[in-house]
Antibody
């Protein structure tokens, strides 16, 4: 069974940093692209970032480019999102999502990031 | 960027009703579209991939159709557990974009 478990969320002040982690199990992690998707309170889904299976291809939404860094460790079957220079508008639940042929077939339960002073 | 326009934003329906939700892409995306269901406080769940393929384990009352720029999610006979918010996602190009969501409520 595919399992994706996010961690690392919490309360942080504007301008601060946070690192999210996603522990993957139940599938061959190194064979899949991975993604982060977020959802602000009461709002819709927003794609944040994607990384290919070998980390060769990386993409970011314009809203986070230059502030967020996606990475992965295939040996540890883990995905990461380093978030710097956080803003109030980054407040959201962040989902770790497995990619299959570009589509998003498995989602973690999400971790809440709150940016507030 | 490809814009996904989803309609309606909300609808009220009764158990047993046929429900149709539409997503329009601002440019052609082939069949690179998925449909997702999300219940409050839960992660989204994929229902349809490649525009019209049913995800394993998803009831057959859900179906998807379309290609190019216009796509449809149909629930043939709405069940109580189907009251949720539905999203489309295009994965033809970056940035990936979701529709704004359709909240399906009980009439």
């Amino acid at each position: 069974e595919v399992q994706l478990v996010e961690s690392g969320g919490g309360l942080v002040k504007p301008g601060g940093s946070l690192r999210l982690s996603c522990a993957a199990s139940g599938f061959t992690f190194s064979g899949y692209s991975m993604n982060w998707v977020r959802q602000a309170p009461g709002k819709g889904l927003e794609w944040v970032s994607s990384i290919s299976s070998s980390s060769f291809y990386i993409f970011y939404a314009d809203s986070v480019k230059g502030r967020f860094t996606i990475s992965r460790d295939n040996a540890k079957t883990s995905l990461y999102l380093q978030m710097d220079s956080l803003r109030a508008e980054d407040t959201a639940v962040y989902f770790c999502v497995r990619g299959t042929d570009g589509d998003y077939d498995s989602w973690g339960q999400g971790t809440l990031v709150t940016v507030s002073s | 960027d490809i814009q996904m326009t989803q309609s309606p934003s909300s609808l009220s329906a009764s158990v047993g009703d046929r429900v149709t939700i539409t997503c329009r892409a601002s440019q052609g995306i082939g069949n690179d579209l998925g449909w997702f269901q999300q219940k409050p406080g839960k992660a989204p769940k994929r229902l349809i991939y490649a525009a019209s393929s049913l995800q394993s384990g998803v009831p057959s009352r859900f179906s998807g159709s379309g290609s190019g720029t216009e796509f449809t999610l149909t629930i043939s006979s709405l069940q109580p557990e189907d009251f949720a918010t539905y999203y489309c996602l295009q994965h033809n190009s970056y940035p990936r974009t979701f529709g704004q969501g359709t909240q399906v409520e009980i009439k």
